[in-house]
């Protein structure tokens, strides 16, 4: 769908992106992470063709992107806007024969969409009355009115009161059902496993990580397990197959440890050993989140460049 | 559609509908004829002169004794009370005059009054004074008055220009009145309809609509669109008030029974009425594309309305300058070489040009400043638009003149 290769962008003084390339397949929920300042709107400008990149190239379904492509995407920046005096109803017209809408469709397409997230009423209203979370839905309307196959969001969540947020990340995933490809950038990982099928991590202009977030989170599998058993406290002289992180938890007659396998050893070792002395409740996996992948790679990449 | 056609579109629809535009359509034809009443006021000299003034003659000599005329406002009286009393008199009085012929010194005679007194009521006691004077004189010297006044001829001057279609008959009062509103009309429309420009580019990018719209549009195509738009709004604004001033001042002119001002001016016009019209659209035009550009580049450099002193001023100051050197010099040397240069000038030119063009410009002379004039917008266009790609995306910024020249060579 969208393949990015070796973009370079320069900036007086500092490098925004140096030699990123990544791959948005089709019917992708795309996360682009990495914190402020990392080069994230750079890449999201380049590829809606408001900059150019110094090298490097993106294509769109497999051609170069040119003007024609403009049509097929929907952005909607992280500083929002609409011309204040514009009558919203007018202005959403406007948008979208901006994007190439004839003005009968986009009127029907607006009155749908309208009736959908109850602004029946607004049609007149002008910009300056609106609240802000009403604005901000406005300018959703307005970001997939046109039906783009690829929806770009940068920030999408940032503004949003929880009751739209909700609202408007059902109506992103309702569009993701229906075929469109989402990119959105965010440097908040709670919405990150939630949503994103794949992810790539920017940091100081560079790609650091990406994949999906199932493989991303498997590969950061370090053999940790979560083990709840009930019995007598157990205490551990090494001759055990894992090694156990942290001190023993305990409540009433049940007791939580952290461990890590050694190595050769599999979950099934662990259970052998335990249930001749005491009774298992759980045993589970702990597989890192974005979140913590996230902050290591981050600290990591921080310390490569000290 | 054309999404240029599309923006022009915008543009102009939500100036055009906006309460400022229809009270300034309104009220300038309306100004207008309150000035044109108002000027007519002032100029009409029998308003100069409304309330009866008697004017009390001391002559001793009488030589002057019943021979001057009564008007309507002016009443002679012939007494023979002494200055001084007569002074005093008419000290408490609001119109009364003395009027003082000593009798060894006609030529200083002198007006007393409480006020200072008219123009047109000297002129009248002056006139009538030396005619009497010298007919009396004539009379001793043994002419016959009667018959001087038969052969004396009464010449006016006409001025007459020398053109292609036959000699005209020229008005200087029209050529001069005629430079002077090409001139300020120019001036003056550069100013508001380039700051509605800037104005627009800065509303955009406050607004951070600007980002949604680039990302359908190319940044040139936006400033094109509102150049253009905003062009068109001025260019509507001018026929509504010509259309409007003309019908205002033709109603005002049939009740005065005067010919209306639109009327003198077309008048004055003459056969070059389509030749200063073309002039005038043309420098008008052009000269809007070369300074909106460059304020559409202002608009995107700064952040704020505020922040656009530091660049207003060196954009202003060729307009500026040629308008004061307008008003002041070029209007009586317009074919100086001074007056050559500023209306060869691009960035001069539509002032300067416009000052020029009712007094006649050689063909090769215009020929040059119009091209120039075309070569000179499409220059500021170009570096206008390659500031503003970038200035449009850019917040927070202290930028100056060092900045911008930057950006201009950004690459894409």
Request: hydrophobic fraction near 45%; aromatic fraction near 10%; include cysteine.
């Amino acid at each position: 769908m969208l393949s990015i290769r070796n973009i370079v962008k320069q900036y007086a003084g500092h490098r925004a992106l140096d030699d990123v390339s990544l791959e948005v397949q089709s019917g992708q929920v795309f996360g682009l992470l990495g914190p402020n300042g990392a080069g994230k709107t750079s890449l999201i400008r380049i590829i809606n063709q408001i900059t150019a990149p110094d090298s490097g190239e993106v294509f769109f379904n497999g051609q170069k992107l040119n003007q024609a492509h403009i049509e097929r995407i929907g952005y909607l920046p992280e500083e929002r806007g609409l011309y204040k005096k514009m009558e919203i109803g007018e202005q959403m017209i406007y948008l979208a024969r901006l994007k190439g809408l004839s003005r009968a469709e986009a009127q029907k397409r607006l009155k749908f969409w309208f009736d959908k997230l109850g602004m029946e009423t607004w049609w007149k209203k002008k910009i300056e009355e609106l609240s802000k979370g009403m604005q901000q839905k406005a300018q959703f309307v307005a970001t997939v009115l046109h039906e783009p196959d690829l929806i770009i969001l940068d920030e999408p969540f940032s503004g949003f009161d929880p009751v739209n947020a909700e609202i408007i990340k059902d109506e992103i995933l309702a569009l993701n059902k229906k075929g469109a490809t989402i990119l959105f950038s965010t440097h908040r990982m709670e919405s990150v496993e939630e949503l994103c099928d794949a992810i790539a991590l920017i940091h100081q202009s560079h790609k650091i990580l990406d994949g999906t977030v199932k493989n991303i989170r498997n590969s950061y599998r370090s053999e940790t397990y979560m083990v709840e058993y009930a019995g007598q406290r157990l205490s551990f002289n090494g001759a055990q197959p894992f090694d156990v992180i942290g001190d023993t938890i305990t409540d009433d007659d049940n007791h939580t440890i952290r461990i890590k396998l050694n190595e050769g050893y599999t979950s099934n070792d662990v259970l052998q050993y335990l249930i001749p002395q005491v009774r298992i409740n759980m045993l589970q996996e702990v597989i890192p989140g974005m979140h913590e992948i996230f902050i290591e790679k981050v600290n990591a990449n921080n310390k490569s460049h000290e | 559609m054309n999404k240029v056609l599309l923006i022009i579109q915008r543009e102009y629809l939500t100036r055009v509908r906006k309460r400022s535009f229809i009270v300034m359509t309104l009220l300038v034809p309306t100004l207008f004829a309150l000035m044109y009443k108002v000027v007519a006021y002032i100029a009409d000299d029998k308003n100069d002169v409304k309330a009866t003034h008697i004017v009390h003659v001391v002559d001793s000599a009488r030589i002057y004794q019943e021979k001057l005329i009564d008007s309507r406002y002016i009443k002679f009286d012939y007494s023979s009370r002494t200055l001084t009393a007569l002074k005093t008199e008419v000290k408490e009085q609001e119109n009364d005059l003395v009027l003082y012929i000593p009798t060894h010194k006609p030529e200083v005679t002198q007006i007393f009054a409480k006020k200072k007194s008219t123009l047109s009521l000297s002129d009248n006691l002056e006139r009538q004074l030396n005619d009497i004077a010298s007919g009396s004189a004539l009379v001793k010297a043994g002419i016959d008055t009667a018959r001087l006044h038969r052969i004396k001829s009464n010449i006016v001057v006409n001025a007459n220009e020398i053109t292609e279609t036959g000699d005209q008959s020229t008005n200087m009062g029209a050529t001069y009145a005629l430079s002077f509103a090409g001139a300020i009309l120019i001036y003056m429309s550069l100013f508001i309809y380039g700051a509605q420009v800037m104005r627009g580019v800065i509303e955009e990018k406050t607004s951070r609509i600007i980002e949604v719209i680039v990302s359908s549009v190319k940044p040139f195509q936006l400033m094109t669109g509102k150049i253009v738009g905003v062009g068109l709004v001025g260019l509507t604004q001018f026929v509504l008030w010509i259309g409007l001033s003309a019908l205002v001042s033709y109603i005002a002119g049939q009740n005065t029974a005067q010919a209306s001002p639109a009327y003198t001016f077309i008048h004055s016009l003459g056969a070059n009425a389509g030749y200063e019209l073309g002039c005038f659209l043309f420098y008008w035009i052009s000269g809007f594309l070369l300074y909106s550009a460059l304020f559409a580049a202002v608009g995107s450099a700064v952040d704020s309305e505020t922040e656009t002193q530091q660049f207003m001023f060196p954009i202003t100051l060729p307009l500026l300058f040629t308008y004061i050197l307008s008003v002041s010099y070029l209007f009586q040397k317009p074919d100086s070489t001074l007056a050559f240069w500023l209306s060869i000038i691009p960035l001069t030119a539509p002032v300067a040009m416009m000052v020029r063009v009712p007094f006649g410009v050689p063909a090769w002379e215009l020929g040059l400043s119009m091209t120039l004039m075309i070569a000179g917008f499409v220059f500021t266009t170009w570096v206008a638009s390659r500031i503003y790609r970038v200035g449009i995306l850019m917040y927070g910024k202290k930028v100056n003149f060092k900045e911008l020249g930057k950006w201009f060579f950004y690459k894409e």
